[in-house]
DNA sequence: GTGCGATGTATCGGTCCGATACATCGCGGC
DNA sequence: GCCGCGATGTATCGGACCGATACATCGCAC
């Protein structure tokens, strides 16, 4: 999961360490909370043995105006390589079953944008499935086993078979919108926030590239 | 947590192995997937050697009774012990900030049958302002930072801003019920899945204890 | 009689987290 | 002037948990 969020990422730009956790948190904020520095180095350790990504100590600016006074520990920059693309292409295509749960799902849909519209479309409907099991489940217990089980945990299990149906309809709406080949905006009923005229969909297009 | 769930659970009754995960499962649907065994035997093993549970051969019936030709791989029983209950119960008392994330919460709320009511207060609260922690920094980069963002980034962190608003909400009624003595229901509307009149809260008590 | 799904116990490698350590930089307060 | 403090930045270590795998029994349907 580390590995395809971070090879995704780099496709953006070359970044450090710390700045690639700061990214990894702004994109994956809805659904998991920050990563830990324990995952994130052995991580990138690991993908550049692997020849995904290459390290390099930072440039010092223009060498000799930077005097070697304060000898600052280099930052090191993780840039990805063409395999690294391969690789991230092909961890999209196959879509295992772990990429259904919460936070497979997730991180997929975080690099949609990178994903073609067939696998988007099948990324989805898997999704979907494993949602609607879940909530066949959790109304079994509520129909079934209610009486076994105490007030607090049916409360539970009543609000998680709300997110679920909530998210169906979600997905569906999405599914709706990617076969009909527009936007991802699912239309929002004044629940949200206050403001909701600052949409502006674009395309769904693939490229969403910083160039310097 | 899974150190958690176990003793809570097996103070409603002893069990083996399969059992637990079985009860754990259904008691833990809404919140994550099956725990696996490979986190579940080990950690069996720690608790007891830690003393908070004991493990033994089920007994084979009347003993005479059952001939020991198929000799049955005997399942293992596991049973609380006093030290173990004390254990479960300070595990309750000093709720640390891994009690507010997903799933440490979901595992303490499924046990609010056991945990006394200025606990259960402590932990809703924390819980709410971890959330609410969350919903801003969702809509800081929505506001801010959303031009950056492509569409499908985006949709994900509205789908997510709005279930921390959805959690919100029902924290503040969980809690203003909590305050007000009452079971802990939370009133639906319509949307859940079709009857809902078949409530009848019983009283907050602690006592849920299957009796042989 | 035989295959097959549920029951049941168990291990192993690998991913990820939380705590911790350490160093630099810029800024505001004293 | 300088001191602390929060942000920036890299890194390791032990432990929790997962997914795959292995292996054995039981009951039932075909």
Redesign the pocket.
């Known amino acids: 999961?580390?590995?395809f969020a971070i090879l995704g990422l780099l496709q953006e730009a070359p970044m450090?360490?710390?700045?690639l956790r700061k990214e990894l948190t702004a994109k994956l904020g809805a659904i998991?909370?920050a990563?830990?520095?324990?995952?994130l180095?052995?991580?990138l350790?690991?993908l550049q043995a692997a020849g995904w990504i290459t390290e390099a100590a930072e440039t010092p600016a223009t060498a000799e105006e930077v005097p070697a006074l304060?000898s600052?520990?280099g930052?090191?920059v993780y840039t990805i390589t063409a395999e690294g693309k391969e690789r991230f292409a092909q961890l999209i295509a196959q879509a295992?079953?772990?990429t259904y749960?919460d936070t497979g799902f997730g991180v997929h849909f975080a690099f949609f944008a990178r994903t073609d519209q067939a696998t988007r479309l099948r990324i989805l409907e898997g999704r979907r499935r494993k949602i609607e099991e879940r909530r066949e489940g959790l109304r079994d217990v509520l129909g079934r086993a209610a009486e076994r089980l105490d007030a607090y945990t049916l409360e539970l299990q009543r609000h998680g078979l709300d997110a679920c149906e909530r998210e169906v309809r979600w997905l569906e709406e999405l599914i709706a919108n990617e076969r009909s080949g527009r936007a991802p905006t699912v239309p929002r009923s004044g629940t949200t926030g206050g403001r909701g005229e600052n949409d502006s969909p674009p395309p769904p297009g693939e490229s969403r590239t910083k160039r310097p």
């Open positions: 999961m580390l590995e450090h360490g710390y700045e998991r909370a990563i830990s520095y324990g995952s180095y052995p991580t350790r690991r304060t600052r520990r930052r090191v295992g079953p772990e749960d």
